[in-house]
């Protein structure tokens, strides 16, 4: 069984106690809060005036907040003339106090500013909510996006690892975080408190979520996984209302069938990867039994990918043919006639689709491999859900990971844009391509 530390559990208590006061009736635009913020050398009064400005910001409309993030992005901005001063002055002389002149001009006064707004209790928890109000309104204004760099700059720090509390969560976690994980799952929709019963009380079911001490009923992450005899191959077989539990020691492989985020406010700090290993490692020592951890993931590009297809196959008729069906299948009875075809296209799609950058197009692959996954298994039909047959065509796929070859696994991948799969996916690929280049032949 997963359990926190004591240290995280007395940082956890700590973090929790919330400090009652009143109202705040400081009268001042939140301009002239935010300049007596950075002025202030008081910590009680600094303290004050930071609650004030996040409860004008909360109780705010959109316009106010746009025009706070304007504020914060021209008056609280890098001053470039100290900055390139600065940077002479070290050039010239490095010591220890022009290096300390030169990383104060080099950081934007907004930085300073969002640290002490998170002097306040429960602060850290609204200033996530903010950068989900920024986030929203970067696409019509992108020179926030200056601000947002401040914002993840923090949170990349505030959310380290080191500061995450691992928690398994069963039917007898409260009910407040319960109803967060049916709102936040983002993958496999849970329908009702009893769906998620299913999910979490049998003996072959585990669940378990990354919390921060600031924030602690609020999961920023959290993995679903299903305790089997074999790697699935169908998520409504996993999902079953009928399905026969196991007990935990009959089981030899660990599915990871759903990973969702939960916090918009912290897109880009990534919590995946850690999350994944670290249950994967202590999966495997409290279950020695466990002898393979795989995901069963969807494949939410492949429907755009084919489309593309059509449009670009340059020439190749029956490339355009086989994705035009693929498409045009409208239900699973219409998707197994094409199944061939499906697994070899989806077979190119993981392995050769990139992006400009030379990373996979799909995101869910790149996610995987990222962390060091090899592509193990492609399975037809294995989601039959409306999300599934929209996005991915039906098509999942297992990632394995294997806890002595991932970091090499991920070295290959990040160095040399290797995608790692096995004999029999790259042989649904070696396939396709066979195919491919012997209609080709015949078009010639």
Not at 140 to 155: A, G, I, K, M, Y
Not at 201 to 222: V, W
Not at 331 to 360: F, I
Request: with cysteine; hydrophobic share 40%; charged share 25%.
């Amino acid at each position: 069984m997963i359990r926190t530390s004591f240290l995280q559990d007395l940082l956890a208590t700590i973090f929790e106690r919330s400090v009652a006061r009143p109202p705040s009736d400081d009268r001042r635009s939140l301009a002239e809060m935010c300049k007596a913020l950075l002025s202030e050398r008081g910590e009680a009064s600094g303290t004050l005036i930071a609650a004030a400005i996040l409860d004008r910001y909360q109780a705010a409309s959109t316009q106010e907040k746009q025009g706070f993030f304007q504020l914060l992005e021209w008056a609280y901005d890098l001053d470039c003339e100290s900055l390139i001063g600065a940077a002479e002055t070290y050039r010239r002389n490095r010591d220890s106090n022009t290096l300390s002149e030169l990383l104060r001009a080099a950081e934007p006064p907004r930085q300073e500013l969002l640290r002490r707004l998170n002097r306040v209790a429960g602060a850290t928890g609204r200033l996530v909510k903010m950068r989900e109000d920024l986030l929203a309104m970067i696409g019509d204004e992108p020179s926030l996006r200056c601000v947002d760099l401040d914002f993840q700059h923090l949170f990349s720090s505030w959310f380290n690892r080191g500061f995450l509390v691992l928690r398994r969560i069963d039917w007898a976690t409260p009910a407040n975080i319960l109803e967060k994980i049916i709102a936040y799952e983002a993958v496999h929709r849970i329908s009702d408190w009893d769906d998620l019963r299913r999910r979490l009380e049998p003996p072959d079911r585990r669940c378990f979520a990354f919390f921060h001490p600031a924030m602690p009923d609020e999961p920023l992450i959290f993995v679903e996984v299903a305790l089997t005899t074999e790697i699935a191959a169908s998520v409504q077989q996993l999902l079953s209302r009928d399905h026969a539990a196991i007990r935990e020691a009959e089981a030899n492989t660990a599915v990871f069938y759903s990973i969702s985020n939960c916090q918009r406010g912290l897109a880009g700090v990534s919590f995946g990867n850690f999350l994944i290993k670290q249950v994967a490692t202590d999966l495997s020592q409290s279950l020695p039994n466990l002898k393979s951890f795989t995901t069963l993931s969807p494949v939410p590009g492949f429907a755009r990918w084919l489309s593309s297809q059509v449009t670009e196959a340059n020439g190749d008729v029956e490339r355009v043919k086989s994705a035009s069906r693929i498409l045009e299948a409208s239900s699973p009875d219409d998707l197994e006639q094409v199944r061939s075809e499906t697994l070899k296209l989806a077979a190119e799609y993981l392995l050769h689709a990139k992006r400009s950058d030379g990373l996979p197009l799909d995101p869910v692959a790149r996610f995987h491999l990222g962390n060091g996954a090899r592509v193990e298994r492609i399975h037809a039909l294995a989601d039959t859900s409306s999300k599934g047959l929209t996005e991915g065509r039906g098509v999942m796929v297992n990632y394995s990971y294997d806890l002595n070859s991932v970091e090499a696994n991920h070295e290959a991948y990040i160095h040399h844009g290797e995608v790692i799969a096995t004999r029999g996916v790259r042989a649904l690929l070696g396939a396709a391509l066979a195919q491919h280049r012997a209609l080709g032949t015949q078009n010639a």
